[in-house]
């Protein structure tokens, strides 16, 4: 016992020895593993990106147009990003792409080791079985985030390092909420889908909060692979990557087993956006997106995440295009059938040449293209694309007699073999009654031909000049031309208001008596004498000014531009903004000057309101990313809106600081005269049938090349003008008033529906009194045709019997001062 007792000294000494040698190869090895991880991060650290620049993340966020009722129009983009922050993204979203992608985000230090340590193991698994497979989930969401915004997605040893470095130095910036805000907004998700908010949307039609906690799983499960869990083309896939991320929400406790079960029993379906939230309204987006870039630029509009909510009210829009393609259709159709858009030759497979057939730009969205099979005396068989087959009945092809030129047609159509013939590619639109109301059967068709003319529509509010409803040609697909804004077009006799409000505001009134003869005027040495003529070669001599304006008589609207003198109409035009610059001949007063439809349209809105200068806009207010407004069309000051209590004052009063461009007594005498023109005048076979208060005046140019109606409501104004784009006559017997004021009348009938018969304002200084409307003079007892006429105080026919002397109007040939007319006189 004692010996024992000696040598445990010993053994003491050679354990304290082994720990003593264990401690410093420990400490070593410690000090070696500290010095290579401080050479790995010097090493490897030199150079990398500057991780400080994910404090301010504006990534390239998609533009957003609205309407004035906040439904979508389109959107501009880059990469079609809609920004979320991270509180307003739901938990259960956040909680799905934890599962799937990093299930210990929360608590790792920027990389995840044990999930790079089993990343490992399975990679050297897959290299001793020979494959070469690339090292798959050793990347935490941190490390993600690090290839997105600084180093890219290149595999390599170095690079993968350097990622992790970079993670590291993230996570001890930034916060994890931080670092999760910047994935869920940069990951791509396939489907054109950059960031989480807009993949909901186009996945499945849905915002963040409504998706369910399958649809949430699944969008973060496809960021392992977008292309590869297409749930379309691999559906199988799609639902096991799906059902995998819903067992790891349920192993990590995010999900209830029932949750899980009722998860995994949802189908995937993905949904496209609704049609209904966006509205067709190609040429008035394309009008809002060159405003957009001509104010900030190409990069703002297309990465500056703008919302921009426009005055467009997808209402009026629906029916000002509805409007203007049955009003082209219908004028396209009475000049008759062009023929199919190709034929298949004989003893082909009709079908199969149908399928690959690519449709011709124009075609609408109801039509069908199909392939004419066979041809009775009655009606033609056409096959459809869907194999189906249908009837064109003889009722439906009468219309279409052959186009001949000049705008002619051929014969009646007696027989279907007259029109079509097997073989011949058409298209054709479904339809279930006749013209008289008879019912058709099932898998009847109507023939249908897209118009080869053109035209545009635009409605504005007279008293704010915010765009209403805007259509710039028959089919944006076929042409994106607006012509609505970029069309110059001689606006005719639509442009006669300004002459006469000119005439109005020289002291005349709506009884001045003009002489409505021939008229010759010398153009001087060499040139031939100028020949102004009426529409309709016909003359009513000495009439008062209402029933010129109505009849839309030229040669009393030139007689009226020389007493007036070119010189004021010019003034008038050029201020209303009827045209830009008027050349001071008597040709011009006829219209003959071209101008747009947008610039019409805010001329007769200047007349409606009493004169206030009106700009036109598309665009009520722009908000940048941050939501900030730095734009709004309204910018009139309200000093009283800022009051913090109600103390009983009265509501706050908005001044108007608008340019007062005309006498508004005068301006409503041009309107009343205006309103005469849809009773008695050239509108009043089509819009003079309507029960509100409406006003206008047709236009059509020489030769018909160009036909207008511009007419208004006293609280809505609209023009509508047609034409061929490269412009020719549009055929006898066609005016304004026979195409043009028929789209107005269904625009405006649809869009008053629901409004009150509110009459026409009337200023002060003036009065309403009874005169014969033949003559102008007092109405006496017997007269026919009696009418109130509007006259400024103290010029009625009570008052005085001329305000300007009828001679001056009566010479046949005023003046041999040379004028410059345009080619021809216009109506």
Known sequence: MAETKRKLPVLDKRMTRWLMAGFLVLMIGVFAAGAGAIFVFYHFGKGLPDYRQLATYNPPVMTRVYAGDGRLITEYAVEGRVFVPLEAIPRRVINAVVASEDQRFWS???????????????????????????????????????????????????????????????????????????????????????????????????????????????????????????????????????????GRMQDDGYITRDEEKAARAEVITTRKRDETEQIVAEHFAEEVRRDLADR????????????????????????????????????????????????????????????????????????????????????????????????????????????????????????????????????VEAVTANSEGVAYPE????????????????????????????????????????????????????????????????????????????????????????KPSNYTDEYLGRATLRIGIEKSQNLMTVRLAQAVGMDKVAEVAESFGAVNKLPHNLAASLGAESTTVLQMVTAYGELVNGGKKLTPSLIDRIQDHNGKTIYKHNVRSCEACAAETWDGQGPPELKDTREQLAD??????????????????????????????????????????????????PNLVAGVFVGFDEPRSMGPRETGGSIAAPIFRDFIQAALKDEPKTPFRVPPGISLVRVNKQTGRPAEPGDARVILEAFKTGTSPFDQQSITSDADLLIDNPTNTPQQPAAGGLY
């Open 108 to 246: 790792h230090p920027g990389v995840d080791p044990i999930g790079l340590t089993r990343a490992v193991f399975a990679a050297v698994g897959q290299k001793l079985i020979g494959s070469d497979r690339r090292m798959a989930g050793a990347s935490s969401i941190t490390q993600q985030v690090a290839q997105m915004f600084l180093i890219g997605r290149e595999y390599s040893i170095d690079r993968k390092v350097r990622e992790a470095v970079l993670s590291f130095r993230i996570e001890q910036a930034y916060t994890k909420e931080h670092i999760m805000e910047l994935y869920l907004n940069q990951a791509y998700f396939g489907y054109a889908s950059y960031g989480i908010a807009s993949a909901a949307m186009n996945y499945f039609n849905k915002s963040l909060d409504e998706l369910t906690i399958g649809e949430a799983a699944y969008l973060a499960g496809i960021l392992k692979g977008p292309s590869n869990y297409n749930p379309a083309r691999y559906p199988d896939a799609a639902r096991d990557r799906r059902d995998y991320v819903i």
């Open 296 to 427: 900030y630029g190409s990069d703002t509009l297309y990465k500056g995440g703008l919302a921009v909510r426009t005055s467009l009210d997808p209402q009026l829009q629906k029916l000002a295009t509805e409007a203007l393609r049955k009003g082209l259709i219908g004028y396209d159709r009475r000049h008759g059938w062009r023929g199919p858009f190709t034929r298949f030759k004989d003893g082909t497979d009709f079908a199969e040449q149908l399928r690959k057939f690519e449709d011709p730009a124009g075609i609408l969205p109801t039509w069908e293209t199909a392939v004419v099979s066979d041809v009775q005396n009655d009606k033609a068989t056409v096959a459809l694309r869907d194999g189906s087959h249908g009837t064109i009945p003889l009722a439906e092809l009468r219309w279409a007699r052959q186009a001949l030129p000049e705008q002619h047609v051929g014969a009646a159509v007696s027989a279907a073999a007259q029109v079509l013939h097997p073989g011949d590619v058409v298209a």
């Open 443 to 530: 898998k009847f068709y109507g023939l249908r031909q897209v118009p080869n003319i053109d035209g545009a529509i635009v409605a504005l509010d007279p008293f704010t000049g915010r765009v209403r409803a805007m259509s710039g040609g028959f089919s944006y697909a076929r042409s994106q031309f607006n012509r609505a804004t970029q069309a110059q077009r001689q606006p005719g006799s639509s442009f006669k208001p300004f002459v006469y409000l000119a005439a109005m505001e020289s002291g005349f009134t709506p009884s001045t008596l003009v002489l409505d003869a021939p008229f010759v005027m010398d153009q001087g040495p060499g040139l031939p004498k100028w």
């Open 664 to 713: 508004p007594a005068s301006i409503y005498q041009v309107v009343h005269l205006l309103e005469g023109v849809v009773q008695y005048g050239t509108a009043a076979g089509s819009v003079g049938q309507l029960r509100w208060p409406l006003a206008g005046k047709t236009g059509t140019s020489n030769d018909a090349r160009d036909v207008w109606f511009i007419g208004f409501s």
